[in-house]
């Protein structure tokens, strides 16, 4: 069982563009101190902090500011979907622009979202493009609340329940624990860890979810789940002994993310056993890996799949305190990534 220490926030808005109140927004960000990992490069979880922020500046802008929705009307602001692609690297000290643009009304009972950065500069650069979903979930804490808005209507639901979500992969369906998971017959989570990385190229651990990876008071939120994703990239990759540490010592190289997503299914609440998964799919020739993350609950002895997700890395050499330059995986890197442990 391992216990995640890390902290994140996410960036701090610069300014906001007049734009008509329904149609596109515009913010400028800076990107978080703590995303600057490697040198002054940004990682791909602190970028998607800035498209979660550049959404949260959309919804202000448009009448719907987060804060305001759950103070009045008991409406939390909920990221349940992001997808996001990384083109160029994003720098500690730039100056993003941000483009939001809402692109259905309403698609699927849910708000659809098109984001793009681009670092400021004599010539811009477009450095990440996503696609975002948000839902308004009823809150009934806090006491009595105004009736929701008819123009919010559409996109609010009383619990968060993506379950008929078309990209869930079938492979990500919850094995079977081998036996009546509530007659006290050995430890449930122990079989169901076990039952995960049978025969597949994965790892898997337990995990309680604590507060501060909650929102609106008790319930997981998504960037508590990317912050999940890189830590599950780092225990597989540590587990093959092919860590991160090792191959920076080793070989100066760092990993580079060019496509991650994420997607929220069930509700996982505060104190909750969290089961989580990476399985790597696919290793495309030399040059890039792809690996799913499932989450699970046991409920009942029942498990459920809480959220799934995937992310594509590929590896880049450190040339000066700037810049790098992709390389192709060794040997060591394949045999480690195919599930043989060095």
């Known amino acids: 069982m391992t216990d995640t220490r890390t902290s994140g926030s996410s960036a ?11 149609g596109p927004t515009t913010v400028r960000l800076r990107p978080r101190f703590e995303g600057s990992n490697i040198c002054t490069w940004i990682g791909f979880k602190h970028v998607n902090y800035l498209v979660e922020e550049a959404v949260l500046e959309h919804l202000r802008r448009t009448g719907r500011a987060a804060g305001r929705l759950y103070e009045e009307h008991g409406l939390c602001v909920d990221i349940v979907d992001i997808d996001s692609r990384i083109l160029s690297a994003t720098h500690i000290d730039d100056s993003v622009t941000a483009r939001v643009v809402a692109e259905e009304k309403a698609v699927d009972g849910e708000l659809a979202l098109a984001v793009s950065l681009h670092v400021d500069g004599p010539t811009p650069v477009r450095t990440v493009t996503a696609k975002v979903r948000v839902v308004l979930r009823l809150d009934p804490r806090g006491g009595s609340a105004a009736p929701v808005p008819a123009e919010l209507e559409p996109y609010t639901v009383e619990r968060i329940d993506r379950t008929g979500f078309a990209r869930v992969p079938a492979a990500a369906a919850p094995p079977h624990l081998g036996g009546d998971a509530a007659d006290g017959a050995g430890d449930a989570g122990e079989r169901f860890l076990a039952a995960l990385t049978a025969d597949t190229n994965a790892y898997a651990w337990k995990w309680r979810v604590p507060y501060f990876y909650c929102h609106f008071t008790e319930r997981l939120q998504m960037s508590g789940y990317l912050r999940l994703m890189e830590e599950a990239v780092d225990l597989f990759l540590a587990d093959r002994d092919i860590s991160i540490k090792r191959l920076l010592d080793e070989q100066d190289w760092i990993p580079v993310v060019p496509q991650n997503s994420v997607s929220m ?5 505060m104190e909750e056993d969290l089961y989580t998964v990476l399985t790597v799919e696919n290793v495309f020739k030399r040059l890039t890996y792809t690996a799913r993350m499932d989450t699970y609950v046991l409920r009942d002895g029942v498990p459920l799949l809480t959220a799934t997700g995937r992310i594509t890395h590929g590896y880049a050499r ?13 040997d060591r890197m394949l045999r480690g990534l195919n599930g043989q442990r060095i």
């Open 12 to 22: 701090a808005p610069a300014e906001v563009a007049a734009d008509a109140s329904e």
């Open 265 to 269: 299914l069930r509700e996982v609440g």
């Open 318 to 330: 450190i040339e000066n305190r700037r810049d790098w330059s992709l390389v192709e995986f060794d």
